[in-house]
């Protein structure tokens, strides 16, 4: 990945994070995202506590992706194997794309810290009405990962040969 010297685009970001235990002070994987996206130039638009139920979390990603503003939704948690684990299946109802490249990277990059662990995560990207979605597990080190490795640099327009703010353009295309 190279950065050349071009104008950086701001994005407007959600964070949604997916638990039926944490809120505001007990959240970890949230307050991650929300220095890393900060720290990159980006902005937190919004940060939202949602129990892990696949209803609630369609109805609060389509709310969301309605903002003209907003442009990627991140999510933290939920993406595992265990019965409320719903993330993966929430997503996949709202997106008109999938980008399965950002699973299989992420996945990677686990596997060289976790090893064969990496098979249980469901981590995913996608699109949906112009907005980025992404979903990540709901560790902290999970969130840094993929921030770090893969995230921080797609969302910056400076990255070359190719970004995914670069597209945002161009999404609404037919």
Avoid at 23 to 44: A, M, W
Avoid at 61 to 82: A, D, E, P, Q
Avoid at 86 to 107: D, H, L, N
Avoid at 122 to 150: Q, T, V, Y
Wanted: glycine share 6%.
């Amino acid at each position: 990945m190279v950065k050349v010297d071009t104008k950086f685009i701001s994005l407007n970001i959600s964070v949604f994070v997916i638990s039926d235990t944490r809120n505001e002070r007990s959240d970890k994987s949230g307050k991650v995202l929300e220095d890393h996206i900060t720290k990159s130039g980006h902005k937190v638009f919004e940060k939202k506590f949602i129990k892990d139920d696949k209803k609630l979390i369609i109805k609060e990603l389509i709310s969301s992706i309605s903002y003209n503003l907003i442009n990627v939704v991140i999510l933290t948690g939920g993406t595992g194997l265990t019965g409320r684990d719903s993330t993966p299946e929430a997503v996949k109802e709202v997106i008109e794309k999938e980008i399965p490249g950002f699973g299989e990277m992420f996945r990677y990059i686990s596997f060289q810290k976790i090893g064969t662990s990496s098979l249980q995560s469901r981590a995913m990207g996608g699109l949906a009405k112009d907005k980025f979605i992404f979903s990540l597990p709901g560790s902290p080190s999970a969130c840094k990962d993929a921030w770090e490795n893969i995230l921080k640099y797609q969302l910056d327009s400076r990255t070359k040969p190719c970004n995914l703010t670069e597209l945002i353009p161009r999404l609404k295309e037919k």
